[in-house]
């Protein structure tokens, strides 16, 4: 990591931070508005990768509260 950006716990704590309280959203928004109004965006190459989706604490291994072996409605007798 370059030193300009100061240390790595710096650059998490910021980028958490920045995360959390909803900077990094609203810059990617306005870059996008941005970009758009200049006609630099192509919505026909526009998709949703799975990275930036959140998952359900099921899908990332958690706890579902669903027995294994039910289906979604069912109870195990």
């Not at 990591?1 to 958490?16: A, E, I, L, Q």
């Amino acid at each position: 990591m370059p030193k300009r950006y100061g240390s790595w716990k710096t650059v998490y704590d910021r980028f958490w931070r920045w995360d959390e309280d909803g900077t990094l959203e609203s810059a990617a928004w306005h870059l996008q508005g941005e970009l758009d109004a200049e006609g630099s965006v192509d919505w026909s190459q526009f998709n949703v990768d799975s990275t930036i989706v959140q998952a359900a604490r099921a899908a990332a291994g958690g706890p579902s509260g669903v027995k294994k072996g039910t289906e979604p409605g069912e109870t195990k007798a």
